[in-house]
Structure formats: C-alpha cells, structure tokens
C-alpha cells in the first residue's frame, strides 16, 4: 500500500472519565469537521497543516495543536507524507470545573498551533499516563491541573466577540443541530428565511466553512459518538442519529474522526 494511504489509528482507553487519547500515524486528509470536546495534541512526527476559524496551521514535530469545542477545521499532511500526533479530548465540563477554580467564565484557545516545549511536556505526560497499563487516577487529574492550567494561563482568553452568521443561516444552522436526525432539504431550510435555496447554500457556505449536506453529516457524526459514548450499540446509534444504514455512519465516523464506531465505543465504555 502506499503511503499517500496510510492510516493507523488507536483509541485508547483512558484511565480518567472525561478524557479520551488517541494515536494516529496517518498520510489522510480530514474533511472539515468539528468535536465536543476541547482537543490538544502534539506531533510527533511529520508535518500537519489544517484549516481553521483561528487561522492557518501548520505544525511540525515537538509542536502543539488545538482545536476548541465546536470549531470546524480540517487536517491535512504535509508535503503529502505520513505524519503522527497524539491527540487528547478533554470534555468543556472538566475545563470550566478548573476556571471555575481559578479564572470564572468561559475561556477559547486563541492559538490552533504552537512551539512551546514546556506545554508540549505536560501533554506528553499527560497522554503517557492516562494509556498507561495501570492508570493512577490521582497523577492523571494533577497531571491535567497542571498542563490544563498552563494551556489557559499562556493562551486563553475570553471569547472574542464575532460577527455571527445571517439570520437565513442562522435558522439553517438551528434546525440541523437541534434535530441532526431528522432529513431536510435546501428548500426546507431556505424556507425558514424565505429566500431561495441558492442563496442559503452560498450564504451558509460562507458563514460556515463547509456546505448544509456536509454540516448536517457532521452534527449526525457528532451524536451518534455521543450515543455510543451512553452505550448505544453502533446499529442503535446509526438508527438514532438518522444514518440509512450502519455501514454509512461507520464510513462517516472514519472520514471524520479516523476510527471505527465499534473502536470508539469500546474506548468509552
């Protein structure tokens, strides 16, 4: 096989509630897509370039990328050749329990690639301990006090204010995620502003980054982890979150987040 289609993935299971890490070695571009939760990851090898809302990025070994909750971003090899990074997804709740400590109110990442060699250490122990064979859940929690709090003391801030999207794309935006598994069509959703289906899809297309199809994929994507995260079976979870078929969601779930539904699950249960 060659290399332009490398891709190993492991979900690990962590040894913290809240937390999940992920190694990958991969030459595959990832269409743009967003998580729940917070992720912060360092490369270890390679080069890695992605599109997002914060601006370029491109990463090279010993950086450290993030990506904030609900952010859409793509991920891209660089000079098309293999790279690994280990990824690490916090949930926004074990977040806002430690500001709420320290700095109350709600806090982004402001940089989507850094070279910071201490934060790259705190995420490397961090990873180191929450795969390890015997996880001590003690280290593991003052291990992420330590490098969570670094990350938001160097490079949080308060949400900046931004211009949101038209009210048309916003009413688009509303109904696919409050209901990702219900169908819907260009012209229901252009109808909610009353304007044509045209305009809706540039309208959205340039608000959003990515089309109200590829959108609504995503926010399925999104809920069904979440099922599988509450111990949905993936067949109960291709159902509950509109897929046609189970084989369609485990084709979407891999393009999106680089590993199987069964994986997933097992890594969360």
Not at 33 to 40: K, P
Not at 105 to 112: A, L
Request: hydrophobic letters at 40%.
């Amino acid at each position: 096989m060659g290399t332009e289609k490398r891709h190993e993935a492991r979900h690990h299971r962590a040894g913290l509630s809240g937390l999940e890490a992920m190694t990958l070695a991969s030459a595959r571009t990832f269409p743009r897509h967003g998580h729940d939760q917070l992720g912060i990851g360092v490369i270890v090898a390679g080069g890695h370039r992605s599109w997002s809302g914060r601006g370029p990025v491109e990463a090279l070994a010993g950086d450290v990328i993030t990506v904030n909750p609900g952010e859409i971003h793509d991920g891209a090899p660089m000079r098309a050749e293999p790279r690994t990074w280990r990824m690490l997804y916090v949930e926004p709740h074990l977040l806002d329990d430690l500001l709420r400590e320290t700095r109350p109110g709600r806090v982004e990442i402001t940089c989507p690639a850094v070279s910071d060699r201490a934060l790259a250490a705190h995420i490397t122990r961090l990873f180191a301990e929450l795969t390890a064979p015997a996880p001590a859940p003690l280290a593991i929690e003052e291990t992420m006090v330590r490098a969570l709090t670094y990350l938001v003391s160097h490079y949080g801030s308060r949400p900046v204010p931004r211009p949101g999207p038209p009210p048309c794309v916003s009413r688009a935006l509303r109904r696919i995620e409050e209901a990702p598994e219900r169908p819907t069509t260009l012209a229901e959703l252009a109808g909610l502003s009353g304007i044509g289906r045209f305009q809706l899809l540039r309208g959205f297309s340039r608000a959003v980054g990515t089309t109200p199809h590829a959108y609504l994929v995503q926010q399925r994507v999104r809920l069904a982890r979440r099922l599988l995260a509450a111990g949905r079976n993936p067949a109960e979870a291709a159902v509950e979150s509109g897929f046609a078929e189970q084989s369609h969601m485990t084709r979407a779930f891999v393009r999106q987040f680089g590993v199987t539904p069964a994986r997933t699950r097992s890594a969360l249960a």
